[in-house]
């Protein structure tokens, strides 16, 4: 009962907190927008990326497609090495050990989420009275412009939590392994293992970010991609700081 108690009074803590730099973040993008013009990483005005060349004629476009396929083999790297992480040979008790902390972090990551969701619903309604009200997208109605923030904001928090959890997942595998590499007294596999998975979370979290910054900026409108630029970050920060800050679930 005193830890369904603790845990219910630091939760609400950390909303009031939450909730009290919202409000001030909504007074003071409402004050800035009524003293001066509008401005920020939402009024930027992107060029038109088919209209600059680059490396003898191929335009920006063309150019930035490219990136994507760098991405997915990023993302194909990081797989790739998951499951050769996973097909390593590893003791019994050590594979055990090894998957009873998945399931505590699993647990963790679960309270993370549902966390995550509520803090979300704070940076909704910063979204919301600022994109909606204060300083909504040109000659763009609000009723399309502040659907598809919404969308991307969750978008960026997605997939900073699903990077979190991939993480996990691939140093539990690595974990176990490294030390039945030291079990078998293999000095390379020790050093390469943690290495390898290092790697592979890293590529992983760069291709994911990556990507979805350029979907944004090669198919989503202009007016439409400026304000998701700045959502976007935003939603992936909170999911970032939110994986440092981990909550007891209540017994």
């Known amino acids: 009962m005193r830890t369904w108690l603790a845990s219910a009074w630091f939760l609400s803590c950390k909303f009031a907190k939450f909730g009290a730099a919202a409000l001030a973040l909504a007074l003071l993008t409402g004050t800035s927008a009524l003293a001066q013009e509008a401005g920020g990483e939402a009024n930027l005005k992107l060029p038109d990326l088919s209209q600059v060349k ?6 920006g476009h063309t150019l930035l497609l490219f990136g994507i396929l760098f991405c997915l083999f990023g993302l194909a790297f990081g797989l790739t ?4 992480l ?12 090894s998957e009873l902390i998945y399931e505590t972090c699993k647990t963790y990551l679960t309270t993370q989420g549902k966390f995550l969701l509520l803090l979300w619903v704070f940076i909704a309604i910063v ?26 904001s969750l978008v960026g928090m997605g997939g900073s939590y ?11 595998f690595a974990n176990s392994r490294t030390a039945f590499a030291g079990l078998r007294g293999k000095p390379y596999a020790i050093n390469h293992i943690p290495l390898e998975a ?9 291709s994911v ?15 439409y991609a400026a304000a998701n630029r700045s959502a976007l970050p935003l939603c992936a920060l909170l999911a970032a700081f939110s994986r440092r800050s981990p909550i007891s679930a209540p017994t």
Do not use: C, Q
Not at 86 to 97: C, D, F
Not at 162 to 172: E, L, M, P, Q, Y
Not at 198 to 206: D, K, N, P, Q, Y
């Open 54 to 59: 680059f490396l003898g004629g191929t335009d």
């Open 81 to 84: 090495i998951y499951i050769r």
């Open 209 to 223: 970010e990556l990507l979805m910054m350029l979907i944004i900026l090669l198919f989503i409108p202009g007016d």
């Open 198 to 206: 290092g790697m592979s979370v890293g590529m992983m979290l760069i």
């Open 127 to 152: 979204i919301v009275l600022y994109f909606g009200v204060l300083a909504p997208v040109p000659g763009k109605p609000v009723t399309t412009t502040l659907p598809i923030i919404l969308f991307f």
């Open 162 to 172: 699903s990077v979190a959890w991939f993480g996990i997942r691939v140093n539990t």
């Open 86 to 97: 996973k097909n390593l040979p590893v003791h019994r008790s050590m594979r055990e050990i």
